[in-house]
């Protein structure tokens, strides 16, 4: 499946076929949220929250990729991704795309 940030693909024929969708939602872990509150204390990156969030977002583009499979599309545009507060412990990962068949 080809993912394209774009909007449309120029000179490329395609049927749309639909918004999809892909999410998760994480939650922090107790022991490395204490290691990562005490680095926040003397700056830096946040190593396992970055790790974290790259899974979320790859976990959530594997289920958009699922959806957009299970409509026939072989591609997906305009591929975005959002993140949002649930609780003070969990974010939720969306990423979203058009779905398209090329023709």
Do not use: H
Request: net charge neutral; no cysteine.
């Amino acid at each position: 499946m080809k993912l394209y940030s774009i909007e449309n693909i120029p000179g490329a024929s395609y049927e749309v076929l639909g918004i999809v969708s892909g999410s998760t939602i994480q939650s922090k872990n107790f022991i490395s949220d204490f290691g990562q509150s005490l680095k926040s204390i003397v700056g830096g990156e946040l190593k396992s929250y970055t790790a974290m969030m790259e899974k979320a977002r790859a976990k959530a583009t594997d289920r958009m990729i699922e959806q957009a499979s299970s409509m026939g599309a072989d591609a997906i545009i305009g591929v975005r991704y959002t993140t949002s507060a649930i609780a003070a412990e969990a974010a939720e990962v969306l990423a979203y795309g058009t779905a398209i068949r090329m023709r």
